[in-house]
């Protein structure tokens, strides 16, 4: 039990299919993120939910739409998704406001776009 | 604006020998957080420590330490006694003000081979 779960670990979709990832933490944290790592290049930060309000959106194009229904939960919604997009996707919660922490990461997702 | 850089793309250490991995930072924010964390094959990135632009002492976690140099702007991370195991990606972060997350930003990482 790593605290932050994601699924599916793996995925791999043509450019014309709608797919989500998921992202579930049993922390109580009350922010929540969503990361892409691309090979050769720094993490980039894509959302923040905090309190399930959206506070960031670093340019993400708007094939990826994010969905935070609840505190525990973060859903990233793909669709007509470019080859470039392919990378490792990862999900994060922090409890924010309370001192000095790092951010809990799950496993990520890989995915592949064909 | 802020940045973090870390020059090592990969760095060799023999086992049981300790390593320093290195991180500049640049803010003009006097209030920040730093951090250090480990990133496996498995893909999960792990936290393994912190250090507060305000704290005096460097941060020890274990076999980890952090070596905060402030007026450098640099926050070394050194691994003491290397394991097989801490084969992995190592990336630092900043982060800063006192409560926000929000804008955590990562450098590009330096992964580490632990040769037996």
């Known amino acids: 039990e790593t605290g932050v779960t994601q699924t599916p670990r793996h995925l791999v979709m043509g450019m014309t299919n709608k797919k989500s990832l998921k992202c579930e933490q049993h922390?109580?944290?009350?922010?929540m993120y969503w990361y892409k790592q691309s090979a050769k290049k720094p993490l980039e930060l894509m959302f923040v939910?905090?309190?399930?309000?959206?506070?960031e959106n670093n340019s993400v194009p708007s094939r990826f739409s994010p969905e935070c229904p609840n505190s525990s939960h973060l859903f990233l919604h793909l669709h007509t998704l470019q080859p470039e997009d392919s990378a490792l996707y990862l999900c994060?919660?922090?409890?924010?406001?309370?001192?000095?922490?790092?951010?809990?990461f799950g496993s990520g997702t890989r995915l592949t776009v064909v | 604006a802020q940045k973090i850089t870390q020059t090592q793309p990969g760095m060799f250490v023999q086992e049981k020998e300790a390593v320093t991995l290195d991180c500049t930072y640049d803010t003009s924010d006097p209030s920040y957080g730093l951090f250090w964390y480990k990133q496996p094959s498995s893909g999960e990135m792990i936290f393994l420590i912190y250090?507060?632009?305000?704290?005096?002492q460097n941060a020890t976690e274990g076999r980890y330490s952090l070596n905060f140099q402030k007026a450098r702007k640099s926050a070394n991370l050194v691994i003491s006694a290397s394991q097989l195991g801490d084969s992995a990606m190592y990336f630092c972060a900043m982060r800063e003000g006192n409560t926000g997350g929000f804008k955590t930003i990562f450098g590009a990482g330096t992964r580490l081979f632990v040769k037996a």
């Open positions: 994060a919660s922090s409890q924010e406001g309370q001192g000095p922490h790092g951010y809990t």
């Open positions: 922390l109580g944290h009350n922010a």
């Open positions: 250090q507060g632009s305000y704290d005096q």
């Open positions: 939910y905090s309190l399930e309000e959206r506070v």
